[in-house]
């Protein structure tokens, strides 16, 4: 891969759900793309087809028509480079914290010391050191997507997609997770493709902003985000803020 | 701990004064201690253990061959729609015939000897240990799929690694069930032809007016079931640790 080709490439991609009475038209002609390390994130009205997007950049859902490009090649199915947060937290709740976040490796093959090495240092990047025995019912909302993120990061892929991965937490810890992510963005390189709806963490967190229209879903706003980095919460009051704020939500109309 | 102790200690009181005062014959309503005499008898003569191990036999062997069928067709009726809608008719059907009614075919089939009481025993398993099985299966959330197939996960990964350790629960519910039931199978199968096994010793001391030794074989038969039980409960305890104690109360 050399260094100016884009991590992932979109072409005229369209989704159609065959349905019971008629079609489903989630996703039409959708042209993005996303450069290596870009924090992009994904914003629209529910029912747009975020989460279908997010689903065929990650192969697991084949296109109607369209394609993906992973790395300059075309993507068919699930690829080992890609990681993914779901909607739900998706733990197991049979293994603990440090099982669940190795699953990736030993799906892999990994030897059991290099597994339980790399989820610690995980575990210790998310912020859990000392809940590595503990079992899923045990943790909060916020602690699980923790875990849901180191799962993601653990057999080190080069993209990371993440399906409205706050969605479930309250305001407060929704807030602090945000940053939480732009910290462990900045420790690993790795590139982003985030499903949000709210405009404020979309702002806060990318250095681009996609807006889907409704359904069937385009992109109606390709909005590189001004703001300087390090972001910092504080930034979310000033006018700045705001005036982007509102030609988002203008966006999505 | 405290209510357990009173259990056991409650309905032999409650039996021992109603057979005093109802005056009934021993035939009829023997006390706790004549039953007690006449499970030391035949614990001493060998005929208890002897029938009580020809049954114990059947019942684990109707336990295996119940599960093993069961889970395996369990898990491909629960992947396959297909399968589920062809097959489904006869089981259900199948499952409206009083195993009694069929006991006595395996047995001119299968001749009276063991092979026709496991079966029976198997039989009557089969169906709750399915029903589980497949429900268990289906119960696999969506996400894990897809967290799995993200993840490149072989056919057998997933199976391994996801859908047994979530099954888990709910077939070892169903296992429980079944094994109460395959002592019941046992029995019957028992009942309808042989010469060995505690159905046959009911049918014996029926058939002698012994009460006391029917009663014997009732309760051994009550301990069978319950021992099983216990052992599918300490199973689970064992291997769903991780539910913590919220559950297992």
């Known amino acids: ?253 | 701990m405290g209510t357990i102790l009173f259990t056991i200690i409650f309905f032999p009181l409650v039996w021992e004064a109603i057979s005093r005062w109802s005056g009934l014959p021993a035939f009829i309503l023997p006390s706790p201690l004549e039953v007690w005499a006449r499970f030391l008898r035949a614990l001493a003569d060998g005929s208890l253990l002897r029938h009580a191990s020809v049954t114990l036999l059947e019942v684990l062997g109707g336990l295996a061959i119940g599960l093993s069928t069961a889970t395996v067709l369990g898990y491909l009726l629960a992947k396959s729609r297909t399968l589920e809608r062809l097959l489904a008719p006869y089981i259900v059907a199948s499952q409206s015939i009083p195993v009694v009614a069929i006991a006595p075919l395996l047995v001119i089939w299968f001749g009276p000897g063991r092979l026709s009481k496991v079966l029976i025993s198997s039989l009557i398993v089969f169906f709750p240990v399915l029903i589980n099985t497949i429900v268990g299966v289906r119960s696999v959330p969506a996400e894990l799929h897809d967290l799995m197939r993200s993840l490149r996960a072989t056919r057998w990964q997933t199976f391994v690694k996801l859908e047994v350790p979530a099954a888990l629960p709910v077939l070892l519910g169903g296992l429980k069930v079944g094994a109460t039931l395959s002592v019941i199978g046992a029995v019957v199968g028992e009942f309808v032809g042989s010469e060995k096994g505690l159905g046959f010793l009911i049918s014996l001391a029926r058939g002698l007016y012994d009460t006391p030794l029917s009663y014997v074989v009732v309760f051994s038969l009550v301990a069978m079931a319950l021992t099983l039980y216990g052992l599918v409960s300490l199973l689970e305890h064992r291997l769903l640790a991780w539910q913590g104690i919220e559950n297992n109360r």
């Open chain 1, 1 to 253: 891969m050399n260094a100016s080709e884009p991590a992932l490439v979109t072409r005229n991609l369209s989704m159609v759900y065959p349905n019971g009475d008629g079609s489903l038209h989630a996703l039409h002609q959708v042209d993005l793309q996303v450069q290596p390390q870009e924090f992009v994130c994904v914003v629209g009205p529910s029912g747009c087809g975020k989460t279908t997007l997010l689903h065929l950049l990650a192969g697991l859902l084949t296109p109607s028509s369209g394609e993906v490009l992973f790395e300059g090649k075309p993507l068919r199915g699930p690829r080992r480079h890609i990681g993914f947060v779901f909607q739900q937290t998706s733990l197991m709740p049979w293994r603990s914290v440090v099982e669940n976040i190795s699953l990736p490796l030993e799906l892999q093959g990994v030897a059991e010391d290099e597994r339980r090495h790399r989820a610690m240092e995980l575990i210790e990047l998310v912020g859990l050191a000392g809940f590595e025995n503990t079992h899923p019912h045990n943790l909060s909302g916020g602690m699980a997507q923790r875990v849901a993120i180191a799962r993601a990061l653990v057999h080190e892929p080069n993209i990371l997609l993440l399906d409205e991965p706050f969605g479930a937490l309250d305001a407060l810890t929704r807030e602090r997770m945000a940053s939480e992510l732009l910290r462990i963005w900045s420790a690993r390189t790795v590139t982003v493709v985030m499903v949000t709806h709210s405009i404020s963490e979309a702002l806060l967190l990318s250095d681009r902003l996609l807006v889907l229209s409704e359904r069937p879903g385009r992109v109606r706003l390709d909005l590189p985000v001004p703001l300087s980095r390090p972001r910092l919460l504080e930034m979310t009051y000033t006018p700045r803020f705001g005036e982007l704020a509102q030609e988002v939500r203008a966006a999505i109309g």
